[in-house]
């Protein structure tokens, strides 16, 4: 039974922060899966990608993600996730994947322009060029789009409860 919600989406997109709030208004566990690859490894994301380069990451990433085995949680996923799709199709068999839409505006207003917060790119990639690949990626596996632009955190965490299926929503099945 699909009793997870599956956070996808950018950098800057909420997928934490709205994480949370969901996680405590539905009354789910919180799961954030670049701290479980971190909690793995004994390092930090940033190490993983500055020693052993982006590839070594996306694999320890689908590795750990094709680990993952909730029931009544909010997982939210690296912004790179998408990037499996094995690990894609193991999440969607336990929950909703949930895509945080966030104009490129906003990722550069929300993360900087220039700081790319530990984001996991290829080395010769734009934050525009990334933006448009990992768009494509999240549209496709997404079960639900939520465009967060002009919401706050709250009414993001909102809109996702009120679109909920019954049987994800009503604490009695978790």
Do not use: W
């Not at 085995?69 to 199709?89: C, N, P, R």
């Not at 933006?131 to 809109?159: G, H």
């Amino acid at each position: 039974m699909r009793t997870n919600l599956i956070l996808i989406g950018m950098p800057g997109s909420g997928k934490s922060t709205v994480g949370v709030l969901l996680a405590k208004q539905a009354a789910m566990n919180f799961v954030d899966t670049d701290l479980l690859i971190q909690s793995a490894e004994g390092r930090t994301l940033q190490d993983i990608v500055d020693h052993d380069g982006y590839d070594a990451l996306r694999h320890i990433e689908e590795r750990v993600l094709c680990q993952v085995d909730e029931h009544g949680s909010v997982i939210s996923t690296g912004g790179s996730a998408v990037y499996s799709e094995k690990a894609m199709a193991h999440l969607k068999q336990q929950g909703i994947v949930v895509f945080l839409n966030v104009s490129l505006a906003t990722v550069k207003k929300r993360i900087g322009d220039y700081s790319l917060r530990g984001i996991s790119k290829r080395p010769d990639q734009t934050l525009e060029e990334l933006f448009e690949e990992r768009y494509a990626l999240y549209n496709r596996y997404a079960d639900m789009v939520i465009d967060c632009d002009a919401l706050t955190q709250d009414q993001a965490c909102q809109s996702v409860m009120d679109q909920l299926p019954e049987t994800v929503r009503s604490p009695e099945h978790h």
